[in-house]
């Protein structure tokens, strides 16, 4: 009887162990999000409450109370993402994945992200970097939790997620503000003498390589804008950040003060780049300046690190960063004047105005060329960036919550709009684009923004509430719309010098017939939207530039081969029928997950691969979409929120992200029905996590 007792008693227990295992990989392991759990340094209580829909608010006594809070919040909810940043910004992923990554390291290391962060630390204020030091509180409790540790990236890695360090928040905020410069390119935005710079040409790529495995970038796509819709406003906030997977934004509720603001997070910072509150909003666009000179001395004595990976391999590096800036040592053949003219000529006035990012070409060439008969290859590149001082943003971030209309940045360019719940509107920095709307204002960082801005001038032009009374009431189909007046003004003048459909080859007059009945719209099912996008690429290949409005006879033949190229390409990616050339197959709109999309790492097939996602819109669009012409803009994740003057106290969000799954889950997928929701800054508390100070 005892020997049969011992026997049930361990199946019961096994029963029981399967039963938590079965459990855990079924239903996950979350974060402690009700309840009390005491934080050391803690002035006064804080309260953290998770709504059904996965809003969080956050309320403290204080302002450091209130980032400790939110450095919790982070830790519980986006502890994979924060500590990916944080060793990428510090140069450390070699030490997590071995040799693979010392390439990346080295750039970070360059450009001196963790290094300037502590600095950047010891410069601040104390009150500031109580803040910091809140925060890292805040987040270590959440990082020391069992459920954060056995997530599903640090066990399938072997991975344990270590302390957070208080400087490490600017650590991240300066990786992040150098992501919003634009990318130095070996390609037509160089001058000729800065194509043939082998130095220029290795950073330009290990920086690419960096951007490309971290997924964040394009911040200079974002918009903000405000207009009368009949008898109301609309505010409408977008800061887009690239084709990452891993959300960069989190919005959070806080309240300090009796002050409710719902602000957009950017995990592992303090950074706030939008927010509203009970009378005004506000965005900021996460650009920042870069600046590429030509020097006349040689760099400074460089800096040395130590480089060490997961494999105890070691390699010293030699650093030629100052506070002025990052220095490169030219290594070019030197060339021709000649070379360097044809250079600049080919750039252009339209295409200055069609792309910023031309500057730097310009700026290159005209340096050699004030005095033409002494041309001779500069000693070295000097790289301009303030993330290369000693400042952080937390004071302007600070400001922007606390009230203030303008705020002062470092890293950050700072442009962006404040608007009043009234609809008066306040321009934060310079802006590229800045455009009056009916009864309102639209700011951009990208040309191509003025068409978005021609299309909202068109519809708000025409709005009034007894013609079409539901625009007012729901206005998604206003800030969702894909219509592109730079497709509707260029196609019909494309298609007519094509010719008659007759005069056509057979292999093109498919495609004439879609174009012929386009509505212009880069909607998902859009077939002509496709064909028109790749022609676009096989001309612009072909000859150089894109056509202009007032083409002649003589480009007919290339008008004809170009999409001749394009069929043929479309066809060979995506089979011979047009019926599969629809916007979101030829345009996916792909997102991409840090280390996975290197390489599985023995997750579960397809748990983490490459989400696909069709969406809709165009850089011409106002909806933001992708497009593999403009400049090969990334699929765009971007954090989109509007609100109505009407109903200030609620904003409607559209953020497509992958939901949180259990280890048991194959595989990671947007989830349409949940792409758009209501937050209300004042839901209220029903059973909060209570965050107490140690008696």
Partial sequence: MSRLLSIVGLALLGITGMAGVLGYFAYGNESKRSGRLTLEGLGQPAAIQWSDDGTVTVEAAGEADLFAALGYVHGADHAWAMTLWRQAALGHLSQWFGSDYVTYDRHARMLGFGELAREAYDALPQEEKALLDAYAAGANLALASE??????????????????????????????????TAPLSADSSFAAVARADSALVRFTSDDARFRDFLHIGGADQSRAWTSRIGATTIAVQQLSYGNSALPLFREVTVRVGGKS??????????????GQSDDRMWTVFLTSSRLLVAADSLPPPPLFDRLVDRDGNEALLTIPRSHEGFHLKAEPPAPSPTD?????????????????????????????????????TPPAWLIRWPGFGRGSDLSAWRALLGGSQSASFALFRGDGLVISSLGESTVLGSPLVR?????????????RANFAADRLEALLGAVDDSVNPTLALDPRALVMDVYSPWASALTPRLIAQLGDRD?????????YAFLHGWDYRYDRGSIAASIFEEWMVAYQSKVGRLPMMGLDSSQTGALRESLRDAVGQIGQMHGGKASRWRWELVQPGRRFFPVWS??????????????????????????LGPSSLFGGYPTPSAWTAWTLASGWDRTSIYHPVAPAAGFASSRLTV???????????DAEFSNPLQLRPRE
């Fill in 598 to 623: 290197d390489t599985m790492r023995g997750a579960p097939p397809g748990r983490f691969a490459t989400i696909t996602h069709g969406v809709d819109g165009h850089p011409t669009t106002v909806h």
């Fill in 503 to 511: 005069s056509l080859d057979h292999s093109i007059k498919d495609a």
């Fill in 671 to 681: 989830e349409e029905n949940a792409l758009v929701y209501p937050v209300r800054r």
């Fill in 435 to 447: 455009r009056d709307l009916p009864g309102g204002l639209f700011v951009a960082s990208d040309q």
């Fill in 261 to 274: 603001t719902l602000v957009a997070t950017v995990p592992g910072t303090l950074m706030l780049p939008a």
């Fill in 340 to 376: 360097v003219l044809a250079s600049v000529d080919s750039i252009g006035e339209a295409a200055i105005a069609h792309d910023a990012r031309v500057a730097d070409s310009l700026r290159l060439a005209l340096y050699n060329r004030g005095d033409f008969p002494s041309l001779k």
């Fill in 147 to 180: 459920p954060v540790s056995q997530q599903d990236e640090f066990v399938l890695l072997d991975l344990e997620p270590e302390a957070w360090v208080p400087w490490h928040a600017l650590a991240i905020e300066r990786m992040i503000a150098w992501m919003g």
